[in-house]
């Protein structure tokens, strides 16, 4: 059926199908011979366009590359042998082909298998083989064996009592001593579910809770102790868990059992549901603080992905968080390590030719006008700092909130503006921005206050630590000329309100900005953050995953009268 697209694409990675048995065991129907359409249509891992015009949720799930986010942080051997059971159409294999020095894909659809191969169409450390793992022979072992999203599925396709530890007994035979097997699942209890979200495998809610008795699919999902527990009796010496969120899907930021988050805003968490919203009965994003607060998220964690070895030498990250919604260019990780560094690292070829070493010399500048700034050195790729466990200028507003101190509030957001007005020289106030970009503006000396020479955009309350009065800055990624130091000060208070919508219930913004004289000239900032925002964001990816994202007060409201109604 593909013949003609493969003889012009002429795929180079290697397609075994000495193990294929002529029949496709697992399949999402015809949407998959579009996602191949769009895929031979298209440049290798550059599928936004496409998503957007032929959107659905199959072609964005299976073509986002946040889909990426579940491994493309991990740090792997360069020079590894990894065997990727259940590639699918090959979302993360790509991956694997870029960290690692060989990649073995195992697909039992040769459809699907397809996909990958024509995905990854120009990776020569690729072979794709087609069939169930439980019958093919393999001629030598792996560093890395990678389960992501196949586990819950051995009820249907390993015949055995035990099809869930024999079929991981099997992967362990597989690996060389001291491997790795990376397992990505979704938690039988995941918070989601719980408010009423469809479980992912069957489309019931709750099916979960009540231990998958309503369908008997042969599909499954695991709490935390009963993975460990069936991780172990497989044979494997230790685990290590992550908890990826909203869940291991689209991921966004990856906590871990060393790094749990500490509280409700998880890195501007975005949550979404599949297909709609019409079953929820509760907020799930509401629900955070309370779980965190009582110690009970990796309970409730939506997802796990699970590090397995016999060898002690795992959980070497233990935090991550990936700007995804960016362009290509402007795409990174921030990962935490348990030597105690920060290090980001590019997640583009481009990012890292370019803006990542920007990093670098940001903060430098900063420095140069007497600002305390943590070191961040350049490092084999990589943009280096030690990691400081210290409050930051945020917790503090936040501590200052659950004491019901406005004062304490005005004291920070004070400290803040006179740090951002010592972080560069002045130049002349008719040199502004805002001027330059839009003609119909009012020139007014006295309205914007002081002109800075370059502005530091990241002067943030999350990017500074907060030492009995003193502040030390870190991550200083973006710079702006010519732009007015209450610009820089607008910009941190409306991130402040972005990631904690409900501190407008103890102090609204607008007396924040009333209180720096910022509301007459609110409306030219928010331009002026527009345009910024729209040289950095990737806007159809953005407005892609919006479709899918947040929850629906109302639709909770509504769900539950028709229970009660019931």
Known sequence: M?????????????????????????????VEDEIIKLIAENEPE?????????????????????????????????????????????AVTSVLCDK???????????RRATAAWLRCREKENLEIIVGNLNDIQFEKKFDYITLIGVLEYQGSYTNSENPYKDFLKKIKQLLKPNGKLLIAIENQYGLKYWCGARED??????????QYSFTQRGVRTFSKSALENLVKESGFK?????????????????????YLPENDNMQNLQCYYVPDKSTLIADEKGLYRD?????????????????????????????????SERQEKYRIATRFTKEGKVEKIALTETCEQGHLKQIVENDRALEKHHRNVLESTWQNGKVVTDFEKKPLLEDKVLEAWHSKNIDDVYKIFDLLYKE?????????WEENILYTLDNSIEKNEKAYGPILRVGFLDMILRNGFYDEGNVRWFDQEWILE?????????????????????????????????????MPIYEPFRMLESMFTELILEEKQWLESSVFRGGDRQKCIDNIKKLLEC
Request: with cysteine; proline share 4%; aromatic share 18%.
């Open 482 to 518: 010519a732009v007015p130091a209450k610009f820089v000060l607008c910009r941190a208070i409306a991130q402040f309100y972005y990631a904690y919508p409900k501190f407008e219930e103890f102090c609204s913004m607008q007396t924040l900005l009333e209180k720096y004289n910022i």
């Open 291 to 323: 779980v965190i607060d009582n110690g009970v998220f990796e309970f409730f964690a939506n997802s796990f992905l699970v590090e397995c070895s016999d060898s002690q030498d795992i959980g070497k990250i233990t935090f991550s968080s990936m700007g």
């Open 201 to 210: 495998h069957t489309g019931i809610p709750f099916e979960g809770m009540n």
């Open 100 to 110: 690692c020095k060989t990649v073995t894909a195992v697909e039992l659809s040769k």
């Open 238 to 258: 230790n685990t290590y868990f992550y908890y990826p969120m909203p869940d291991y899907k689209l991921p966004t930021v990856i906590y871990s059992e060393n």
């Open 2 to 30: 593909y013949e003609e697209v493969i003889k012009k694409l002429n795929p180079k990675p290697k397609f075994n199908l000495n193990w294929y048995k002529n029949e496709d065991l697992y399949s999402e129907g015809d």
């Open 46 to 90: 550059h599928y936004t366009d496409a998503i957007y015009t032929h959107f659905s949720w199959s072609t964005y799930y299976h073509l986002t590359h946040l889909r990426k986010n579940i491994l493309n942080w991990y740090d792997f051997n360069k020079e590894s042998d990894s065997l990727e059971i259940g590639c699918g159409l090959g």
């Open 420 to 428: 951002i007005l010592e972080s560069s020289d002045y130049i002349d």
